[in-house]
């Protein structure tokens, strides 16, 4: 059975960093693409970022650039993020999704409407 685990999330300060990590399982993950969204509280989900399939290639949301880091290791199936200078518009809960054979800034365009699985996700929370 396919499942996504996303873990890492917690409460910190302002400034400070987590690394997510979203344990993949159930489909073969090299074909996938694997990307990052998040819901704050009262808000619709957002994009935060992809990385391709096969070429590897990473997509973000101008509001992370320069902070989040996405990255993937193959041997674990596993994708992390790597979040640093966390802010309080942070705050949310993020999830991990994938697709099969997507493209990241596809990924990005469509706001995550054709993936093909979900986690659960994991609560960040950033106070000021």
Do not use: H
């Amino acid at each position: 059975q396919e499942q996504l685990v996303e873990s890492g999330g917690g409460l910190v300060q302002a400034g400070d960093s987590l690394r997510l990590s979203c344990v993949v399982s159930g489909i073969t993950f090299g074909g996938y693409a694997m990307a990052w969204f998040r819901q704050a509280p009262g808000k619709e989900r957002s994009f935060v970022s992809a990385i391709s399939w096969k070429v590897g290639s990473t997509f973000y949301a101008d509001s992370v650039k320069g902070r989040f880091t996405m990255s993937s290791d193959n041997a674990k199936n596993t994708v992390y993020l790597q979040m640093n200078s966390l802010k309080p518009e942070d705050t949310a809960v993020y999830y991990c999704a994938a697709v099969r054979w997507g493209v990241a800034q596809t990924i990005y365009r469509t706001q995550g409407r054709n993936m093909d699985y979900w986690g659960k996700g994991t609560l960040v929370t950033v106070s000021s």
